[in-house]
């Protein structure tokens, strides 16, 4: 062994870390994620998921007699059981998916009650961290909805403890045997469905430009590819302000004309708009007539629910970077009403436009959930 006596063993031990090896030493830099395909990206996020949630057992009853010298009966002294522990969906603004959401919950189950009239501890709770704008469903109607962080809703209960021999003790009956076993928890099976609670959505037909825009607004990174149908997923981008105010923008999969009737993708992406404040209408600059996209898709929106058209929103008019666009373009402002913003995410064209006035549907938003007593949903 190099060790001599005299010599402190600390000295001889390994550095934790070198300083004179300058590779070693280096700044090791963090690597950067790989770029995730839409398919792959489909396991990460879940809207919909079936639960079967089962609340804690409650504990037996107790069964004892009290025994000590020079008091040989004491009487019944059994204590009652605990109460079972019950199943608790909880929103929390961290969770973005129901992918983390298991399929089976249990509440933990009571103690049993002990001698000398001690009574058994109640289950521990189990809570289940659930997206802000849950729907929980049973056989079709809604039960709970979940729109505010911290907001709780009691999915199953536990049972209730059972009775010690204690509690039956009377005048009758001096020395009860009898005592109870806590009852089975409440089982049921519920169906959770996540409908994407965003300020803004940008709805279009696909290949309209909807996921690079919102990659050119945020930090979001959707799938961008050149055949349709690339988005099978909805993403959530936040736009950040100076003044440290975010708002959340919704790229929604792309509708097609009879979507309502499920059609495409159907109505599974429909849901999604019900929750956005306003409305992004993105519309190709490039195709014929683009104002009967337009059309189209407020038509389809009305058919799901009425009145989901009338909400405050803008025209985005995309691709304006193309020779055709520029043509189309006055033409898009004679037919259409709405306020018309060209704009070219690939560019980045005209980008701030659009952003000044997503701020000012932001803040009259804001003003109008003040002005109702309600509290705007915040990022």
């Known amino acids: 062994s190099p060790w001599k006596p005299g010599l402190p063993l600390l000295l001889l031990s390994p550095p934790a870390f070198s300083t004179t090896c300058a590779r070693c030493a280096k700044d090791r830099r963090l690597r950067q994620k790989r770029a995730i395909s839409e398919r792959q990206l489909t396991r990460y996020f879940v809207d919909q998921r079936r639960v079967r949630v089962v609340g804690g057992q409650g504990g037996g009853g107790g069964h004892s007699f009290h ?24 929103a929390d603004q961290q969770m973005k998916s129901l992918s983390s959401v298991f399929p089976f919950y249990q509440g933990f189950h009571g103690e049993r009650g002990g001698s000398k009239n001690c009574y058994g501890a109640n289950g521990a709770h189990m809570y289940v961290k659930v997206p802000v704008g849950t729907l929980v469903k049973e056989d079709g109607k809604v039960v709970a909805d979940l729109t505010q962080h911290g907001e709780e809703y009691i999915a199953a209960y536990g049972g209730a403890g059972g009775k010690g021999n204690r509690f039956f003790l009377s005048n009758e009956n001096r020395a009860p045997k009898l005592f109870t076993l806590g009852e089975p928890g409440q089982e049921r099976v519920l169906h959770l469905e996540l409908k994407t609670t965003a300020h803004a959505g940008l709805v279009g037909f696909p290949n309209a430009g909807k996921s690079s825009l919102l990659r050119a607004i945020s930090r979001a990174k959707p799938a961008v590819a050149a055949y349709p149908f690339t988005t099978l997923n909805p993403h959530v981008g936040i736009v950040h302000y100076q003044d440290y105010e975010q708002v959340a923008v919704a790229d929604i999969p792309g509708l097609i004309k009879g979507a309502h009737q499920n059609r495409g993708l159907g109505t599974a992406f429909l849901k999604h708009i019900e929750r956005c404040r306003f409305l992004l209408y993105v519309v190709d600059l490039s195709v014929p007539q683009p104002w009967i996209q337009l059309q189209d898709l407020k038509y389809e929106l009305e058919a799901y629910a009425k009145g989901l058209s009338e909400r405050p929103g803008v025209v985005i008019g995309n691709k304006v970077d193309l020779a055709q666009s520029r043509i189309n373009l006055p033409l898009l402002r004679e037919q259409v009403a709405e306020r018309v913003i060209a704009l070219s995410a690939l560019t980045g064209d005209n980008l701030e436009e659009l952003l000044l006035h997503l701020r000012e549907l932001y803040d009259t938003y804001v003003k109008t959930e003040q002005s109702r007593g309600q509290s705007p949903v915040k990022w």
């Open 67 to 90: 025994s000590e010298p020079r008091k040989a009966f004491g009487g019944p002294d059994g204590g009652n059981g605990g109460d079972g522990g019950h199943v608790i969906f909880k």
